[in-house]
Structure formats: structure tokens, C-alpha cells
């Protein structure tokens, strides 16, 4: 998958061909090109919010002492909020994540912040399509029935919403993007996400390295994966082992947010920067033979700078 954003702002990608798909095989040979013609990508572009979501965000994802300040959000109209920056993408748990920078005259979202949204790659139509979601069929709402849904006398149910992918006339419930509130003061697309494993089994961590304008500093903000796929901002607690008695478990806890600053001594951001993953693999001898294997996961981080 090839992505670009056009001067405003608009995001635009393309999908290497594998020669069986209709529309490979249906082009002359003479005008094949191995690619997709560019579609542009689609973002949510709701008519109203789902107030049941907003009512939860607001109880539980909101600072203590300000509950108009998030510290992420739900966002349903986002198709004309990206900046006109590079944005990323982010393959891992069955989906593709998109991250762009919201603009800085931004009417739906907050300015300058990092948006996401999930897609997955129809492999017959090689298209990105959204993410679909699970909401309640009639009220259209993903936390509340509709109204009329009432007890009965003998405890059943009458006027039965239930939860479903479609709503009562079949038209599909797409995921909303998610705003990553507590990422601030983005410029120029200076931003990179890595999707990396922990310890634990099956569970992941995001590390989300953002320049600050207004600080002129890197930052590095890593939040657990939910099981969902998201992000789990919660504190939790794990048993470790100790190392001099091994039968031995002491409780360690895991912020469900780290937030750090990078100290790069004497020298500026000039020009972005880039994080990625990869594996270090070594031979090692196995029942087939010798063979490579992964043997650690290790993240880089390259800045491009100057010197101060």
C-alpha cells in the first residue's frame, strides 16, 4: 500500500496488483501497471456524534480536575480534518491504522493532534475499506437501546433493540476516528508510530514519537494495545519473578501511559525523523537443521537533524 496527501490535505493511496484481480487481468497488457488507480481514502463524515459515546468518553477518558480536557476522544466527521502532511501507516492485530495530523484551523477535531483510523484490505477489490462497528440497530447508538425498549410483566422485552453491525434499514455502522488528545502542539507531520510486542503474551504497547512545536522537543508517548485493537489507558499489575528466589512473585504495575522527552544534547529537529521495528535473527541448530531464527525484537530511531 502507497499513501500521499495532496496540498490539501486530502489522502490518497494505491495497492500493488498480484495479476488476479479483475481489474489487472480486464486493462491491456500495454496499460498494466502493477498498481491500483489512486482512490481517495475515506474518513467518517457522520451527520450527528454518538452522544452515548460521548457520555462515556467524558466519564472516563477526561482529566480529574477538567472534564472538558481529553485524553482521547471519538471523532465522527474527519474526512476534512487531515493537515496537508505526511501521515503513517501502521499494519498489526489485523488491520491497517492510518495516522494523520489533524490542521491547524481544525472545526471537528482538535488542531494540531494525531488522529487514527482502522481499515482492512479487501483482497477482491484491493480497496482500504473502514473498519465496521457494532451499535445498537435501531437507536444507532453503540452504549444505549433505544428508548421505547422496555420490561414486560413477565420479564421479557418489548420493542427489542439489539446490537448489530447495520442499523434497522441495513446501511453499515463504520468505526469513528479516534483523537489522541493527549498528543499536542503536532507540526509538519513530525510524527512516528511503532506498534511494538511486550513481555506479556499477546500484548503490545504503542510508541508514538511527536515533535512539540512549542517545546521544540521530541517526545515519546507509549500507550498498551488494547484487545480491541486501541488503546488501553488503564494501570494494571503483574506478577514477576525475583531474580535471586525464583519461586518467589513480586507485583510490578504498568502505567497504561508512559510520557518521556527525548534530550538529544546540541541539536535541532530539522527535517522529521522515523522510528521502525525490526527483528534480529540469528542461525541456531533445529530438529530440520540450521536455520534463522528471531531472536529479539529492537526499535530504531533516526532524527534528522542539525547542529546547534
Given at each position: 500500500v502507497v499513501i500521499a496527501t495532496d496540498t490539501n490535505g486530502k489522502i490518497f493511496y494505491t495497492i500493488k496488483q498480484d495479476g488476479f484481480e479483475d481489474s489487472y487481468l480486464n486493462t491491456p497488457e500495454y496499460q498494466r501497471t502493477g498498481w491500483e488507480d489512486w482512490q481517495e481514502l475515506v474518513f467518517p463524515d457522520e451527520a450527528e456524534d454518538d452522544q452515548s459515546v460521548i457520555e462515556k468518553e467524558t466519564a472516563e477518558l477526561t482529566h480529574q480536575d477538567d472534564p472538558n480536557k481529553f485524553i482521547l476522544r471519538s471523532r465522527y466527521r474527519t474526512q476534512n480534518?487531515?493537515?496537508?502532511?505526511?501521515?503513517?501507516?501502521?499494519?498489526?492485530?489485523?488491520?491497517?491504522?492510518?495516522?494523520?495530523?489533524?490542521?491547524?484551523?481544525?472545526?471537528?477535531?482538535?488542531?494540531?493532534?494525531?488522529?487514527?483510523?482502522?481499515?482492512?484490505?479487501?483482497?477482491?477489490t484491493n480497496q482500504l475499506v473502514r473498519k465496521l462497528d457494532v451499535r445498537f440497530k435501531r437507536s444507532r447508538k453503540k452504549y444505549q437501546p433505544i428508548e421505547s425498549m422496555r420490561k414486560k410483566a413477565n420479564g421479557g422485552l418489548a420493542n427489542i433493540d439489539s446490537l448489530d453491525f447495520r442499523d434497522a434499514?441495513?446501511?453499515?455502522?463504520?468505526?469513528?476516528?479516534?483523537?489522541?488528545?493527549?498528543?499536542?502542539?503536532?507540526?509538519?507531520?513530525?510524527?512516528?508510530?511503532?506498534?511494538?510486542?511486550?513481555?506479556?503474551?499477546?500484548?503490545?504497547?504503542?510508541?508514538?514519537?511527536?515533535?512539540?512545536?512549542?517545546?521544540?522537543?521530541?517526545?515519546?508517548?507509549?500507550?498498551?494495545?488494547?484487545?480491541?485493537?486501541?488503546?488501553?489507558?488503564?494501570?494494571?499489575?503483574?506478577?514477576?519473578?525475583?531474580?535471586?528466589?525464583k519461586n518467589a512473585l513480586v507485583p510490578r504495575s504498568i502505567p497504561g501511559i508512559i510520557h518521556r522527552t527525548l534530550d538529544i544534547n546540541n541539536v535541532e529537529v530539522a527535517d522529521g525523523f522515523s522510528a521502525s521495528k525490526y527483528d534480529i535473527q540469528r542461525e541456531q541448530q533445529t530438529r530440520e537443521g540450521m536455520q534463522l531464527l528471531k531472536n529479539v525484537n529492537q526499535l530504531k530511531f533516526w532524527p534528522h537533524i542539525c547542529w546547534s
Open positions: 480534518e487531515s493537515a496537508a502532511a505526511p501521515v503513517q501507516l501502521v499494519s498489526g492485530m489485523e488491520h491497517i491504522y492510518v495516522f494523520r495530523q489533524s490542521k491547524a484551523n481544525a472545526t471537528e477535531t482538535t488542531p494540531n493532534t494525531l488522529l487514527v483510523d482502522r481499515f482492512v484490505l479487501d483482497g477482491m434499514d441495513g446501511e453499515p455502522f463504520y468505526e469513528p476516528t479516534t483523537e489522541l488528545s493527549l498528543i499536542t502542539n503536532l507540526d509538519k507531520g513530525w510524527f512516528s508510530v511503532v506498534l511494538l510486542p511486550t513481555n506479556e503474551h499477546e500484548k503490545y504497547r504503542w510508541h508514538i514519537f511527536a515533535y512539540n512545536s512549542q517545546t521544540q522537543k521530541i517526545e515519546l508517548t507509549t500507550i498498551g494495545a488494547s484487545e480491541e485493537g486501541l488503546f488501553d489507558l488503564k494501570d494494571y499489575t503483574i506478577l514477576e519473578q525475583k531474580r535471586e528466589a
